[in-house]
Nanobody, 126 residues
Framework: QVQLVESGGGSVQAGGSLRLSCAAS?????????AGWFRQAPGKEREAVAT???????TYADSVKGRFAISKDNVEKTLTLQMNSLKPEDTAMYYC???????????????????WGQGTQVTVSS
């Protein structure tokens, strides 16, 4: 059974930083196609924050570009999200996911999560 375990969430003031990590259970080929960090705030739909493909190319939501950085370690099987210059609107439950490509009618390809971690809460106060 695939297990993805997130860590690193917490409470910070606006402008602060947090580093989220996600580790996969042994024996699982993590990030074989793509993986990413997603978040869901109360009353809102889950959204992709940052995804990364097997070659290490990242994709970011417009709202976090220039502030967040996603990286992966294929040997340690970990996925990391460095979050800087945090804003109150970044407050949400953050989920790590391993996934595959979803091809939209528009022709855009995006990483869709198939296996999910339990989530870690990030709270940013003003």
């Amino acid at each position: 059974q695939v297990q993805l375990v997130e860590s690193g969430g917490g409470s910070v003031q606006a402008g602060g930083s947090l580093r989220l990590s996600c580790a996969a259970s042994s024996g699982y080929t993590f990030m074989y196609i793509c993986a990413g960090w997603f978040r869901q705030a109360p009353g809102k739909e889950r959204e992709a924050v940052a995804t990364i493909d097997a070659t290490g190319i990242p994709t970011y939501a417009d709202s976090v570009k220039g502030r967040f950085a996603i990286s992966k370690d294929n040997v340690e099987k970990t996925l990391t999200l460095q979050m800087n210059s945090l804003k109150p609107e970044d407050t949400a439950m953050y989920y790590c996911a391993d996934g595959g490509w979803e091809h939209l009618p528009s022709g855009v390809k995006r990483c869709r999560g198939y296996y999910w971690g339990q989530g870690t809460q990030v709270t940013v106060s003003s």
